[in-house]
């Protein structure tokens, strides 16, 4: 596991008519080894922007970013190797289509860690019973449902052994049927130990989870409590605005 400390990051885009969107601003946070902290706010708020900065999917353009004494932002970093160590999982499942569940699973570890075939495979399926998926391990993802695909994400996520884990909006692709089997893995994921950073809308898996909850809008992060208090007690009338909205 690992920690993650962002400071002073800002991100802008240059649009038309030579205007600048702000999309971070100024943003200072720290993740603890073995945390899980999750991000909310209104859509535009910079949450996405922020969380894939920090595995330069998205390039800073200024502040630093350090996974444990790491930094990301260096300029002579090898972010490939910083990637390795970074788990991410996106709104959208990305898998090989051609692939079997399993086949997903093992080739990044085969190609990239050079793990035996049956190295490979024995992990893929360890991660498959993790995520309640062993059976599917020779079905091909057009075949699994949204949610089962999620899953087969997250064990190809963590197949690669990261430090942390980075999960963008992971349920909001998914029908409301399939979005618990999901966070049910997330959440067994946050008891392990796991260094998490995630950005969602499910405010109950936030409560359940996050030892922080950090709230953003218009690029800035606005407010950093845990659960209980930020909503019981938010400090800020942005925050409180914004959870009148969505609870």
């Avoid at 971070?24 to 945390?35: E, H, I, K």
């Avoid at 050079?114 to 020779?138: C, I, R």
């Amino acid at each position: 596991m690992a920690r993650i400390v962002l400071e002073n990051l800002c991100k802008d885009y240059h649009v038309a008519d030579h205007k600048t969107v702000h999309a971070v601003v100024d943003a200072s946070l720290t993740v603890d080894d073995g945390q899980v902290v999750v991000i909310i706010g209104p859509s535009g708020s910079g949450k996405s922007t922020l969380l894939r900065s920090i595995n330069r999917l998205e390039e800073p353009t200024s502040g630093r970013i350090f996974i444990d004494d790491d930094e990301v932002t260096a300029k002579d970093v090898d972010i490939r190797s910083i990637r390795e160590e970074v788990g991410m999982v996106f709104q959208s499942f990305n898998l090989f289509p051609h692939l079997t569940a399993l086949e997903n699973i093992t080739l990044a570890p085969m190609k990239v860690r050079k793990l035996s075939k049956k190295q490979a495979h024995d992990e893929a399926m360890e991660l498959l019973k993790l995520v309640g998926l062993e059976e599917k391990a020779n079905v091909h993802p057009p075949k699994l449902s949204g949610g089962q695909q999620q899953r087969v994400a997250i064990a190809r996520a963590l197949a690669m052994n990261p430090k942390v884990m980075l999960f963008d909006e992971p349920t909001s692709a998914l029908d409301p049927e399939m979005i618990k089997e999901v966070l049910d893995v997330m959440l067994k994921l946050a008891k392990s130990g796991m260094t998490m950073l995630l950005v969602t809308h499910e405010m109950g898996f936030a409560k359940a989870a996050a030892d922080l909850i950090v709230f953003m809008d218009e690029g800035s992060i606005v407010e950093i409590a845990p659960p209980d208090e930020l909503f019981s007690k938010p400090k800020s009338d942005r925050t409180k605005h914004f959870l009148e909205h969505i609870l």
